[in-house]
């Protein structure tokens, strides 16, 4: 099945804010508890509308239009987190000479789990990054993605307790990857930022 990726805009809020529900509760079971989960959909898996200003924040549709996942990157300090819940109340930006990239947010609908798109996903904002002059990317892993990105390069280089809502908290896993930027892994038919159609 084939995916296109845009840019996300304001108006997506409300879909992005569903699927990643949907996809957190059904894909993370798991790992985290129901409770963890409940927790961390209150504060950590909200929408961080500062991606979405600065238009680093991706969805992706199947060619019929349905929302099948979202992800991004940021070239600011937070690494994880949303409106509710952020590291920093204002992040300052990153220099991508000697800064990190963040991947951020990457969630995938069930129904379209396991056929490579938040591979794809991460791989756009990886390209994005490079193409905004960052060399070295950082994020923030739940559990369940963890292997996922060892498998494209990444690192564990540590990790942290995340408060939750109702005094719940979730773990997550701190990586590096110093060597995408590099990468030549082939895209499988993804439409890379130069092809991106505009919003409807």
């Not at 927790?39 to 549709?61: K, P």
């Not at 060619?63 to 204002?90: H, M, N, P």
């Not at 220099?95 to 591979?119: E, Q, W």
């Amino acid at each position: 099945m084939g995916f296109q990726l845009r840019v996300a805009m304001p108006q997506d809020v409300g879909t992005i804010a569903a699927l990643i529900g949907v996809s957190v509760r059904m894909l993370q079971a798991g790992d985290y508890s129901a409770s963890e989960i409940e927790g961390a959909l209150s504060t950590v898996f909200t929408i961080d509308s500062q991606l979405i200003a600065d238009a680093t924040y991706f969805v992706a549709e199947t060619e019929a239009g349905e929302l099948a996942g979202c992800g991004g990157w940021s070239f600011r300090e937070t690494l994880y987190g949303g409106d509710a819940q952020v590291e920093k109340i204002e992040p300052e930006r990153l220099d991508p000479k000697v800064d990190a990239a963040k991947v951020r947010a990457i969630f995938v609908a069930p129904k379209f789990a396991r056929m490579g798109l938040g591979s794809l996903i991460l791989r756009a904002a990886e390209e994005a990054a490079v193409a905004a002059g960052f060399r070295r990317f950082e994020m923030g892993s739940t559990l369940t993605g963890y292997a996922l990105y060892l498998r494209t390069g990444y690192v564990e280089v540590g990790r942290v307790t995340v408060p939750g809502g109702g005094g719940e908290t979730s773990e997550v896993v701190r990586m590096m990857n110093e060597s995408a930027a590099c990468d030549s892994r082939d895209g499988q038919g993804l439409l890379w930022p130069s092809q991106w159609r505009t919003p409807r």
